[in-house]
Structure formats: structure tokens, C-alpha cells
């Protein structure tokens, strides 16, 4: 059984330049939250998707946005690419409100130059 | 101002010490869980704790989640080189209109020895 998959696993990208990063739930999951990751940090909370709708939303401007599809996988998109962007950008899914816990995919690392 | 607090944050010990992690908040949660994250990877999901005063064991590793429900404890018995890794803990709260949002402490990067 595959559990989260996320796409691209590296990616180089320029000040200003647009980015797209994609994620594929663990099947049977229904709920994907996104999260940034600065090295040697916890995770920090972007926003969480639930019904082909942001559910809930963290502390992140608006450059930051995202999309969920109806078999569940979901994209996240950052605009106006800043150097503080760089980061390891994690997709977790979960159902029946997390309560069991998430399970998270291996991140893509986003390095803006 | 963080809402889980965790410490230490970092830990270098030698094979065979115990050692405890320590995550806090002044909040109560759903459910309390600890993940371990290896370098580039993400995070894994060790255990959840749902009940004030629960106790799990997952080998070595004891965990422990507060009667208030505000704070948890991990504590590794004689420690193994397979044990380093970052560890995080995460408190799942409602956040309203139905929906649960999972907070993480910093983490504790720990270093066992060999």
C-alpha cells in the first residue's frame, strides 16, 4: 500500500519564479495538510484541505495557495518566490480528524536562489 | 510565542544510557503524538496518545501523555545508534468548524553514541 507520494523531490528555483508541488495521499485518506520545514525546525502548519476546500490556514501570506482534486491529491503553489521560501515543504494526509495521526510524505526541498 | 515546548533540544548521549524528551504546552489537546524524522526524509509517526495518563510502550521507548492533557514525555531505555534522529512531538487541537489542526514542538535532535 503507497503511502504519500510527493513530486518533485528537489527543486532549484529563482527569486520571483513560480512553484507548484504536488502530493498523492495515502489511500484511504481524505484530509492533506501542508507543511514548511526550516532545517533543524518542527514542521510549521500551512494549510490543511478537507473536501476539495482550505479547511484551515496558517500563519503564511497569500503567495501561498493550494488545491485539492476530487480523488484527494492535492498541490500547493508559492508566488513571488522569496530566499527565505527555502525549505523542505511537507504534504501529510490523515482521516477521521487526525486522531490516529498523519502520515507524511518525504518532502520536497526547495532551494529559491 | 510556541504552543508545544520541547526539550532538550539537542541530546548527545552514549549506547546503553535512557534518556528523556520532554514536550509541554499550556494547552489541552485531542491527542498527543510523537513522530521521528530522519535526515531528508519526513517525519514517521511513532505513537499516538489520546487519554489523560496513558502510557505506551513501543520497545524501548515509553511514552507517557499528562493527566491535564497538556504535556507528554518519551523515555528511550538503554539507547541504540539506531535511535538518532529528530524527534517531534505534535499536539492535535480543534481549531473549529469541525476541523483539527496538528501543531509540532521545535524537535529533539539526538545523537546516541556508539
Known amino acids: 500500500d503507497a503511502g504519500v507520494t510527493q513530486s518533485p523531490t528537489h527543486l532549484i528555483k529563482t527569486r520571483g519564479q513560480q512553484v507548484t508541488l504536488r502530493c498523492s495521499p495515502k489511500s484511504g485518506h481524505d484530509t492533506v495538510s501542508w507543511y514548511q520545514q526550516a532545517l533543524g525546525q518542527g514542521p510549521q502548519f500551512i494549510f490543511q484541505?478537507?473536501?476539495?476546500?482550505?479547511?484551515q490556514r496558517g500563519n503564511f501570506p497569500d503567495r501561498f495557495s493550494g488545491h485539492q482534486f476530487p480523488n484527494y491529491s492535492s498541490e500547493l503553489n508559492v508566488n513571488a518566490l522569496l530566499l527565505g521560501d527555502s525549505a523542505l515543504y511537507l504534504c501529510a494526509s490523515s482521516r477521521d480528524r487526525g486522531i490516529e495521526g498523519y502520515t507524511f510524505g518525504s518532502g520536497t526541498r526547495l532551494t529559491v536562489v | 510565542t510556541q504552543l508545544l515546548e520541547q526539550s532538550p533540544q539537542f541530546l548527545s548521549i552514549q549506547e546503553g544510557e535512557n534518556l528523556t524528551v520532554y514536550c509541554n504546552s499550556s494547552?489541552?489537546?485531542?491527542?498527543l503524538q510523537w513522530y521521528r524524522q530522519e535526515p531528508g526524509e519526513g517525519p514517521v509517526l511513532l505513537v499516538t496518545?489520546?487519554?489523560?495518563?496513558e502510557v505506551k510502550k513501543l520497545k524501548r521507548l515509553t511514552f507517557q501523555f499528562g493527566d491535564a492533557r497538556k504535556d507528554s514525555s518519551l523515555h528511550i531505555t538503554a539507547a541504540q545508534p539506531g535511535d538518532t534522529g529528530l524527534y517531534l512531538c505534535a499536539g492535535l487541537k480543534y481549531s473549529g468548524a469541525g476541523s483539527y489542526q496538528l501543531t509540532f514542538g521545535k524537535g529533539t535532535k539526538l545523537s546516541v553514541i556508539p
Open positions: 484541505y478537507y473536501e476539495e476546500e482550505e479547511r
Open positions: 496518545v489520546v487519554t489523560g495518563g
Open positions: 494547552s489541552v489537546f485531542s491527542s
